[in-house]
């Protein structure tokens, strides 16, 4: 079942924001372990993401997920040298992935410019879309894996991954993943998942702290639509949390998100 209405959590600051976030990620993760033997995760990098992942290797209760049975994936990456300090992926690994023992067959980096497909980006992104597709089951849609948790910063503008208002990536609905070029913001290719492939997780987490972001939090859960606000498009199948800090909800409309109940 889709369930786009989205659940607002505000928290006092970015701090306790990263914190508690990571609490419930590890309980998610946990849960789906005992349920379903497994548990899968779609990353997100950016100034949230990294904290997120920082306060997971910071909590003693880390040791309670069975890091070998859990899988990674990336809502985007930066289409630079696999060891580009800018990639998601190698800031995810300083802040959290090489201090627990994951199963490396299981953490599934979106590939690098100087990868097998070289420069040639829309190849690399119908790669990660075969990677995907072969780790989906037969129920699951669009051949992506029904991810437990989909986490995506929110950019100042209301892009999600690297899906950027009125861009052309925003409007694909049959790809999952696509080669992003010309992104307004540096550097110009990436590789990202679609609307679509977000949609197909059990539950999308959007996470946006600082008053930077609320101009686009406001605007997002307004409801202009996602071509104009990538963000206010990317929900999840049983689930749509957007984690927040004071500063970021700032802006919410009362009737969506009445400022006593922050």
């Known amino acids: 079942m889709t369930n786009a209405t989205p659940q607002l959590v505000v928290h006092r600051d970015k701090e306790l924001m990263a914190q508690a976030a990571a609490a419930r990620l590890i309980t998610r993760i946990v849960d789906a372990q005992a349920a379903r033997g497994t548990a899968s995760v779609v990353l997100t990098g950016g100034r949230n993401g990294n904290a997120l992942l920082a306060a997971i290797a910071a909590s003693p209760a880390r040791d309670a997920v069975d890091w070998a049975r ?38 599934h980096e979106m590939p690098a410019s100087d990868g097998v497909d070289g420069s ?18 037969p129920g699951d849609r669009l051949g992506v894996p029904a991810f437990d948790v989909l986490l995506l910063g929110v950019g100042p503008d209301t892009h999600v991954a690297s899906l950027f208002p009125e861009h052309p990536g925003v409007r694909e609905s049959e790809l999952t993943v696509i080669g992003v070029r010309g992104a307004p913001k540096p550097p110009p290719t990436r590789v990202s998942l679609t609307l679509p492939a977000i949609r197909a997780a059990r539950e999308v ?58």
């Not at 930066?78 to 490396?104: H, I, K, M, T, Y």
């Not at 829309?122 to 075969?130: H, I, L, T």
């Open 205 to 262: 987490w959007l996470l946006a702290a600082g008053a930077d972001k609320a101009d686009a939090v406001a605007m997002a859960l307004s409801g202009p639509g996602e071509i104009q606000a990538p963000a206010s498009g990317a929900y999840g199948r049983s689930r749509t949390l957007w984690l927040l800090d004071r500063a970021a909800a700032e802006q919410i409309p009362p009737q969506l998100y009445p400022p006593a109940s922050a």
């Open 120 to 137: 040639d980006v829309e190849a690399a992104a119908a790669r990660y879309a075969e990677e995907l597709a072969k780790a989906s089951g």
């Open 70 to 107: 859990l899988d990674l994936w990336w809502g985007d990456e930066r289409f630079v040298p696999a060891g580009d300090p800018d990639r998601n992926a190698v800031q995810a690994r300083a802040e959290l992935l090489d201090s627990v023992p994951l199963d490396p067959a299981r953490v």
